[in-house]
């Protein structure tokens, strides 16, 4: 385990400074970034920053900050043509000591949590897990080239006619049989 900022993002909560930030700035290398890139199941990665600081909050707590800035290469959803994207994104997580009431009961529900930045302390902080869990958010979900156009298209057996989105929608034809009762009245 580091306990250095140099050392790869990893922190052993106990050696962090209660008095300062802990700076931190991740810079993965091109092999880093390809591994990256194929578990998020995109293109590629050419630039990949992460970069702030680990605050103490509280008696055992600590906030996360950071600045995410990358540059990603997706497959377009409608021609498969390499859409670039700039991802510049703030990040923010705080860590918390779990508590003997956080811990649920076997089989019971859990409800999400009104603020998503809270994590819970463990051992270690991983500022690399962070930077792939927050690039991996900000990615776009449907990446389109500029000039990518989503033609209709019609499918049919020969000597059928296609359906059209209006044959499928359930109460269009209540409609028309509304307005011709208004007709009759």
Known sequence: ???HPEDAGI????ALSTRHPTPFSLTPDAAARAE???ALGIEAIRKLTF???LAPIGRRGWRLEGKLGATVVQS????????TTRIDEPVLRQYEPASADDQ??????????????????RDVIDAGAVMAEALSLAL???????????KRAVFAEPGVAPMSDEDVKPFAGLAGLRDKLKDKE
Request: aromatic share 4%; hydrophobic share 40%; net charge negative.
């Open 36 to 38: 990256l890139a194929q």
């Open 51 to 53: 970069a702030g600081s």
């Open 140 to 150: 776009p979900p449907y990446p389109r080239a500029a000039d990518a156009e989503l």
């Open 104 to 121: 649920p009961e076997s089989g019971s529900e859990l409800e999400m949590p009104e603020d998503d930045t809270i994590e819970p302390l």
């Open 11 to 14: 922190f052993r909560a106990a």
């Open 76 to 83: 377009c959803i409608v021609t498969l043509k390499p859409v």
């Open 1 to 3: 385990m580091a306990d």
